[in-house]
């Protein structure tokens, strides 16, 4: 999972102020998820991105939460006016998106909100 | 929404044991992976099985699919303090969609 690089690998952030990280994929994906790990809990699907299309975003919160992959440059899961209750671990995964490919995964950003 | 359901979920077994951890679902799978995550880390890759009855073996792991693609078991054999981890099994359901659902993870201790 080395090709998968995240950051900021930690992150705090007050109430009220917006998190942004960022998830570059494996070389040669084009396809991009995120996942969010509460303390001592699973991994929870959040959304599922290609290139400029969000291909499944039904694990994420109605609000606060985006996120895109633009065609040039990182994918961006955005948080905003944070709340404790969304400090966790927010992991990026990329494969190339043909069916039954692997899925690899970052080693994730630690988002703490004080 | 699937759920996969992982057992048992904390194992503390001595070194040089064999052991076995299991993933089962109601729901049928495309394909099926097994992750190892430690503390601070994200999940590590193991295996990926795609095809009912697949077996898989990684040095002393051994993976299984079975045969209806809806449950899978990962057998250790003379388990190792290095085997410490979360181990969780993860599905995609359909193709085309490739986004994982996790289960709920076996928490594996190795006793020297």
């Known amino acids: 999972n080395a090709g998968v690089m995240q950051n900021p690998r930690h992150l705090v952030r007050r109430r009220g102020q917006e998190a942004r990280l960022r998830c570059s994929p494996m070389k040669g994906h084009s396809h991009v998820y995120w996942y969010r790990q509460l303390p001592e809990e699973g991994l929870k699907f959040m959304v599922y991105?290609?290139?400029?299309?969000?291909?499944?975003e039904s694990g994420m919160p109605k609000e606060r939460f985006s996120a895109e992959f633009p065609k040039e440059g990182p994918s961006i899961l955005r948080i905003q006016q944070v709340v404790r209750g969304d400090s966790a671990a927010y992991f990026c995964?990329?494969?190339?998106?043909?069916?039954?490919?692997?899925?690899?995964f970052g080693e994730g950003s630690w988002l703490t909100v004080v | 929404t699937q759920l996969l359901e992982q057992s048992p979920q904390f194992l503390s077994i001595q070194e040089g044991e064999n052991l076995t951890v299991y993933c089962n679902s109601s729901s049928v799978f495309s394909s099926l992976q097994w992750y190892r995550q430690e503390p601070g880390e994200g999940p590590v890759l193991l295996v990926t099985v795609v095809t009912g009855g697949e077996v898989k073996k990684l040095k002393r792991l051994t993976f299984q699919f079975g045969d209806a693609r809806k449950d899978s078991s990962l057998h250790i054999t003379a388990a190792q303090p290095g085997d410490t981890g979360l181990y969780l099994c993860a599905a995609t359901a359909n193709f085309g969609n490739e986004k994982l659902t996790f289960g709920t993870g076996t928490r594996l201790t190795i006793i020297p």
């Open positions: 991105l290609q290139k400029e299309n969000i291909i499944d």
């Open positions: 995964a990329s494969s190339l998106g043909r069916s039954g490919n692997t899925i690899y």
